[in-house]
């Protein structure tokens, strides 16, 4: 949405297309594009979240075409399943590395081995 059509139209026409987007897509995102971001751009930015708080609209401003095109690049990426799955295995390895280096984990390890020899 450029952020003078936010002004220039009638709100309520508005909020029935953003609406309209939301029934058909569970995850929105709502490009709020202005080249300055002032009081009246916040302000409209704040009057859409007010009247769609609780959904999964996200808002992000942005200043140009070349940072909205970049910006929907980055979301269609990262939401793919492909991309998605990746992201997780890498959060899991990053995980598992952190585990086994961790001093508890080694002392968990040397008393579980110590136990063994016991029995």
Same mark, same amino acid.
């Given at each position: @949405?450029?952020? $003078?059509?936010l002004? *220039?139209? =009638?709100? =309520? @026409?508005l909020f029935? +297309?953003?609406? #309209? *987007?939301?029934t %058909?897509h +569970?995850?929105?995102?709502?490009?709020l594009?202005a080249?300055?971001?002032? &009081?009246?751009?916040w302000?409209g930015?704040? +009057?859409v979240q007010q009247r769609? /708080?609780?959904?999964?609209?996200r808002?992000i401003p942005v200043?140009n075409t070349?940072?909205?095109?970049?910006?929907?690049?980055t %979301?269609?990426?990262?939401t793919?399943k &492909?991309?998605l799955?990746? %992201? +997780?295995y890498r959060?899991?390895?990053? #995980?598992t590395q %952190?585990?086994? $280096?961790?001093? !508890?984990?080694?002392? /968990?390890h $040397?008393s $579980? /081995?110590?136990?063994s *020899? !016991?029995n």
């Open positions: @949405v450029d952020a $003078q059509g002004f *220039f139209t =009638e709100r =309520e @026409v029935e +297309r953003i609406k #309209k *987007f939301m %058909i +569970r995850n929105g995102f709502l490009l594009s080249a300055r971001h002032g &009081p009246k751009e302000d930015m704040f +009057r769609f /708080l609780g959904t999964n609209l808002i200043h070349a940072e909205a095109i970049k910006l929907m690049l %979301i269609a990426k990262t793919s &492909p991309h799955d990746n %992201i +997780r959060m899991l390895m990053a #995980k %952190i585990v086994e $280096q961790s001093c !508890v984990w080694k002392m /968990l $040397q $579980q /081995l110590a136990c *020899f !016991v």
